[in-house]
């Protein structure tokens, strides 16, 4: 089945203590985001790859980093997590071609105490 | 620059009635226009897409689009409202380059009322 993983889908820490949250697409897609959701404000893009070790940032990048070293997987990190990182997080890929529309995965909802 | 609006964070209707959920986009190329639905505790879901082909698109579920131009608009539409489609929806625009920035609207909750 076609299918984006993030894993996990709840996650609660603390501030400062630095986290993963993991991304993997198995339809050999080229393109891959990471999104946050907050209520009102719909989805930020957060970072994304256009392709292996080629990433930029989005709209909201301050806080995260993101690696690319194998085209099926991109993790999102916090280094020093704090509160205001709260939220819904989405990990989407796409085919490289302008219209192919994403593939999202099922979500993570961290909380940062 | 991209943006879109979503008129109305929510809406409500009975079942069986129409459903319009409004989209309009701003965009300084041709876009592309999406419109994905999240249902609780789900990621989102593409409803459907329009990339320059049929200005009427039709997606799952029963919905449909139409992409006006000179409206700068790309509606949501379904006949009959079932309770199953009570979700949120999103509408998002891309440009139709190479490279895919895709902007999303802020959302607009459905609800149905039996």
């Known amino acids: 089945e076609a299918q984006v993983t993030q894993n996990p889908r709840y996650l609660i820490t603390v501030t400062g203590k630095k986290l993963t949250v993991t991304c993997s697409q198995n339809?050999?897609?080229?393109?891959m985001s990471w999104y946050r959701q907050d209520p009102g404000l719909g989805l930020r893009q957060i970072y994304y790859?256009?392709?292996?070790?080629?990433?930029d940032k989005g709209d909201v990048p301050e806080g995260y980093k993101v690696s690319r070293k194998e085209k099926r997987n991109f993790p999102l990190i916090l280094e020093s997590p704090s509160p205001n990182q709260t939220s819904l997080y989405f990990c989407?890929?796409?085919?490289?071609?302008?219209?192919?529309?994403?593939?999202f995965g099922s979500g993570t909802r961290l909380t940062v105490v | 620059a991209q943006s879109v609006t979503q008129l109305g964070s929510h809406v409500s209707v009975s079942e069986g009635a129409l459903v319009l959920l409004r989209c309009n986009y701003s965009?300084?190329?041709?876009?592309?226009l999406f419109w994905y639905v999240q249902y609780p505790n789900q990621g989102l879901q593409l409803l459907l897409k329009?990339?320059?082909?049929?200005?009427l698109v039709k997606g799952i579920n029963g919905f449909e689009a139409e992409f006006k131009k000179s409206e700068t608009s790309f509606h949501l539409t379904k006949p009959s409202a079932h309770m199953s489609d009570a979700a949120e929806y999103f509408c998002?625009?891309?440009?139709?380059?190479?490279?895919?920035?895709?902007?999303f609207g802020t959302g607009t909750k459905l609800q149905v009322i039996p």
């Open positions: 989407a890929s796409s085919p490289y071609t302008a219209g192919g529309g994403y593939t």
């Open positions: 339809m050999n897609h080229e393109y």
């Open positions: 790859s256009m392709n292996v070790e080629v990433t």
């Open positions: 965009s300084s190329v041709p876009p592309y």
């Open positions: 329009y990339t320059s082909a049929a200005t």
């Open positions: 998002a625009v891309s440009n139709s380059g190479g490279y895919q920035k895709v902007t």
